[in-house]
């Protein structure tokens, strides 16, 4: 159940992402006039779901259908069926395909990885995408990422109006961090308070390991025991860095709630609140280095100091063959943390999600710094559709799935905008081109470097996928 309420949720987010970004350039084409012949959600090869077109004042369905080839202008349609669609190709064609992985917008006499050689023999036509000036071109190719920006913003100011937001500031991790095997061998220690990532302090908690990573930070200012020192942070560890999650996790005191209904420690005299400050008289009281201390004990007894409204005493414990006690945490961390919250009305919620996602934009950049540079082995983290959905909770969240849908536009958006031919950045960057020379490359060159671009994006492609397999044998 877990897996398909994952499935479902990938396949709605990529659905609206790509239907918002193919309407971008729908709506500019439409715009200058320039035929759109088919837009569909969904892909169809063979054959389509559904599909509709308006002609003779009416809509016109069609379930479950074939596709036919979209007769030319210039044929000759008089044999055709009154109610033959391809005797209207200046209407556009509506339509669901059945492969659920995005959709498409088709634009006459654009070149693109579908157009045929033989399309750009004939002579262009006005209402041709070619034959529109550049700057409508270049509006009609940066509709799409324009509208998954607007997108992002959308979802980001609605998610922070309706949900707003709550966060610890990482000045207000008062017991510092708990920290991984990775982050130990690097130089942290639990109960490090981080200030500062080459000098550059952070302000989400949350963000520690994701903002040291993004910086390629090389040093890390932080207080231990009173003292501010400064850990030098070796560059060979990013790689390992970008496949070891949780570094960094919010260190917290090791308080009871309860005890557990089969606890071995049942009759010990625990009560809430009881607050551990030593085991075998040794000093410690963060939850993250006791229980590593109580697994060294599996199968015996330790004993704990307790201290119970300012009073402290000896409580001798079993351990269990999990190195466990017995007892329930205290887990809400507004007792021992201050949360910032924020509201926002209506008018407040727009320039925040505005800002939102104009960080994330710089942020996500950053990252694709990281996959383009080889030292950082950063591209072996590139995912498909798998780890897409690995990221989606496993239970229907709407704060979550909007939240990962805003990110993700803003992602699809900025990989669309790198100047690849058969993404529309190569189309910018062409039409970039001639806007400052005046002169707009031949068709043969357009269809080579159109080659040349889905060739990388198929390799693309399979890196992406060959990483998630691998990963699932992991």
């Known amino acids: 159940m877990v897996v398909l309420v994952k499935i479902v949720q990938v396949i709605f987010a990529l659905s609206l992402l790509v239907l918002v970004h193919e309407f971008g350039h729908f709506l500019f ?39 036919v080839p979209q007769i030319e202008a210039d044929a000759d349609r008089s044999v055709l069926d009154d109610d033959d669609w391809n005797k209207y190709p200046d209407n556009t064609e509506y339509g669901i395909g059945w492969v659920p992985l995005g959709g498409y917008c088709a634009i006459g006499g654009m070149i693109d990885e579908t157009t045929k050689a033989d399309q750009l023999s004939k002579e262009p036509q006005p209402w041709e995408f070619r034959t529109k000036p550049a700057w409508q071109r270049f509006l009609v190719m940066f509709g799409g990422v324009f509208f998954n920006f607007i997108l992002a913003i959308v979802l980001y100011a609605s998610v922070l109006h309706h949900w ?14 708990a920290v991984n095997d990775l982050a130990y061998e690097i130089g942290f220690r639990n109960g490090d308070r981080i200030l500062s990532f080459d000098n550059v302090p952070v302000d989400d908690f949350s963000q520690l390991q994701v903002d040291m990573i993004r910086s390629k930070a090389t040093t890390a200012q932080v207080i231990r025991g009173g003292d501010t020192i400064q850990i030098a942070i070796d560059p060979v560890y990013l790689p390992a860095m970008l496949n070891s999650a949780g570094m960094f996790s919010l260190a917290f005191p090791f308080v009871v709630d309860s005890l557990a209904a089969d606890s071995p420690n049942a009759g010990s005299g625990l009560q809430n609140d009881d607050k551990f400050v030593g085991i075998n008289g040794e000093d410690m009281f963060l939850v993250q280095d006791i229980q590593k201390e109580l697994a060294k004990h599996s199968e015996d007894s330790v004993v704990a100091s307790v201290n119970r409204a300012g009073e402290v005493f000896e409580v001798p414990l079993a351990v269990d063959t999990a190195g466990h006690i017995g007892v329930l945490l205290e887990n809400d961390l507004n007792k021992f943390f201050h949360v910032t919250e ?57 704060y979550r799935v909007w939240s990962l849908t805003a990110m993700l536009s803003i992602m699809l958006a900025v990989l669309n905008l790198i100047p690849i031919p058969g993404l529309d950045g190569g189309h910018i960057l062409f039409l970039l081109i001639e806007m400052i020379t005046g002169r707009k490359l031949s068709n043969k060159a357009m269809e080579i470097a159109q080659t040349i671009g889905m060739i990388f994006l198929l390799a693309l492609m399979v890196l992406a996928f060959g990483n998630d397999i691998r990963s699932l044998f992991k």
Not at 169 to 177: F, I
Not at 345 to 370: H, M, R, T, V
Request: aromatic share 20%; hydrophobic share 40%.
């Open 29 to 67: 084409a439409k715009l200058f006039r320039i035929r759109v012949e088919k837009f569909y959600m969904f892909f169809n090869p063979q054959f389509s779901l559904m599909r509709v077109k308006k002609f003779k004042g009416k809509l016109h369905f069609k379930f479950f259908s074939k596709n």
């Open 164 to 177: 707003g937001e709550q966060y610890i500031k990482n000045e207000d991790a008062t017991y510092g961090v």
């Open 342 to 398: 924020h509201t926002y009305s209506f008018l407040q919620a727009i320039p925040a999600g505005i800002a939102k996602a104009w960080n994330y934009i710089g942020n996500y950049i950053k990252e694709l710094g990281l996959i383009f540079s080889p030292k950082t082995k950063a591209y072996q983290s590139v995912g498909s559709f798998i780890a897409i959905g690995r990221v989606f909770p496993g239970t229907w969240d709407w």
